[in-house]
């Protein structure tokens, strides 16, 4: 999506985000996404990672606890609404294929809502491995070529809809392990550890 689309549309896409079926929709992508987290509740996250699309939703996802958080949006705009409801998160602007952190900094990356708009799939796999700590987790959510990815295409998000075995090619590259998965209405959902 060009750059001024995406300015523009983080002003108002939290109400897009509330009428009724996309209200319901994120809903079951965010108590999907929690169950994955659920499943790693035992495990000690002291830095943690939220490369947003900046829309918001992924940071209400963060586990409590006392973790440190960063978050790295791509808007300024965006970036200045969340610092108002997330004060102990730090944010960064920036692109999620360039990231500004050090190596194996993070427990647990959040890349909800990301994927799709990103053409080289392994560039950034490579690039959230190298961020992660050993034994670091990531939640990763795809975009499958269905007809509501379709639609979203048509009306101007330039996402690139990316098959379960597709990712499966590439997790063959980077040796993640898949430790499980879900699926909703758009989104295919993955928590990847880094053994």
Known sequence: MAKTLWHIQSSFYHLFRKNPLSARILRQENEAIKNLLQSIADHPITTGLDIGSDRRNSLELIPPGDASWMAIYYSNRMIRSCRKQFTNIGF????????????????????????????????????????????????????????????????????????????????????????????????????????
């Not at 509501?148 to 990316?162: A, E, Q, S, T, V």
């Open 92 to 195: 960064v602007r920036g692109d999620a294929r360039q990231m500004p952190f050090a190596v194996e900094s993070f427990d647990l990356v959040l890349c909800v809502g990301v994927s799709e708009y990103l053409e080289d799939l392994n560039r950034f796999l490579e690039e959230i491995w190298d961020l992660l700590k050993p034994g670091g987790f990531m939640v990763l959510t795809l975009a499958p070529p269905t007809f509501l990815n379709f639609f979203r295409w048509m009306i101007g998000h330039r996402i690139f809809p990316i098959r379960e075995n597709d990712l499966r090619i590439s997790l063959d590259k980077i040796p993640y392990r898949m430790m499980a998965s879900n699926q909703t209405l758009l989104q295919h959902q993955y928590l990847l550890n880094k053994e």
